[in-house]
């Protein structure tokens, strides 16, 4: 469950101008909340992102009535053209997410003046800082043109389900505040940048958000608590890992009780996200984990408001 901040997003934010009045397309855009009746042309929006497989129309019904984000479309003469989300998640901290053009819209800073009303809307709501998660180049330019620094670089590693062994062990949260100083100073921590690197929302690390985390069950222990990964809610039939502390065989026991925990769940396999260069590298090569996705990396950005 995600806590709820006290600021809340003010659903309506009005006019933004031109899109871009050199473009000659013309029309005002405009931003509005969506709406249960844009499922059709948001889905429409969404059937070239990431070759069909965009995860909005999954949420879509969630989002729109999730009282407690902002979920908006922005319009060119009634026509809806884009949509994107600002989702307070955790004190100070906003989280940016689920930003698409139309694909006969891009390029024509839609997107730039979109990601702008958002970024005044959370300034004006006294948020601290606004983070978001991306692994698409256009994104990339798109977000660090408008001043969000990179925080974290992720490789995805997949290990699939095995048979045969035990699964992991959980902590109870008070057990899970004490790996606090263990995980702060393991091997490669510093490429964490003071975060949880999940793609739902990236909160600051710290003893705190162990114990939440263990309260939620997403904490897994190797023998005598030298090694920890900290799980994220998946968006598929696995189990996904959003930070990975310790190395060596308390590690390499780890890494093989994830791939038994999947199996014993039913689930497919284990995805980890890891920053390249982490030295869980090798562990991960010698418990069967390969990289998902060698040629991309995803990232999670912030901007200080
Ligand atoms: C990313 C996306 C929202 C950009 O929307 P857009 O309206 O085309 O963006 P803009 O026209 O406002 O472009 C703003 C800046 O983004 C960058 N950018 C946008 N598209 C780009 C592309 N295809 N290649 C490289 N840079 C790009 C550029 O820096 C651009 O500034 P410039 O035009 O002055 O060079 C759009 O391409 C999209 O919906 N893509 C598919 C979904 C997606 O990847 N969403 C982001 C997930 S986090």
């Given at each position: 469950m995600r806590a709820r901040a006290a600021q809340e997003v003010s659903p309506e934010m009005g006019r933004l101008g031109a899109a871009d009045p050199s473009s000659g397309r013309g029309g005002d855009l405009q931003l509005r909340p969506v709406r249960p009746a844009d499922r059709e042309r948001i889905i429409e929006i969404t059937k070239d992102v990431w070759e069909g497989r965009d995860y909005i129309p999954r949420v879509f019904d969630s989002w729109v009535a999730d009282a407690g984000a902002s979920f908006q479309a922005a319009e060119i003469e009634g026509v809806v053209v884009g949509v994107q989300r600002l989702r307070p998640y955790a004190p100070g901290l906003v989280w940016y997410e689920g930003l698409r053009v139309a694909a006969a819209q891009r390029r024509h800073g839609i997107g730039k003046a979109m990601l702008a009303a958002s970024i005044g809307e959370a300034r004006e709501q006294g948020f601290r800082q606004m983070r978001l998660a991306t692994r698409d180049l256009p994104a990339v330019r798109l977000f660090e043109s408008a001043g969000f620094g990179r925080m974290v670089e992720m490789k995805w590693w997949r290990g699939l389900r095995v048979e045969g062994g035990d699964p992991a062990r959980i902590p109870d949260p008070a057990e899970a505040k004490k790996l606090w100083p263990g995980i702060a100073s393991s091997?490669?921590?510093?490429?964490?940048a003071g975060v949880?690197?999940?793609?739902?929302g990236a909160r600051d690390l710290d003893a705190d958000e162990l114990e939440r985390l263990a309260r939620n069950g997403l904490v897994r222990l190797g023998p005598g608590g030298r090694a920890v990964a900290l799980l994220r809610e998946p968006w598929g039939q696995n189990i996904a890992v959003s930070l990975l502390a310790g190395r060596g065989g308390a590690l390499r026991e780890l890494l093989m009780a994830l791939r038994f925990e999947a199996d014993a769940d039913g689930l497919n396999h284990v995805t980890i996200n890891l920053p390249p260069g982490h030295p869980a590298e090798e562990d991960l090569k010698a418990t069967g984990y390969d990289f998902a996705d060698a040629e991309h990396s995803a990232y999670i950005y912030a901007l200080t408001l």
């Open positions: 091997a490669g921590f510093e490429l964490y949880c690197p999940d793609m739902n």
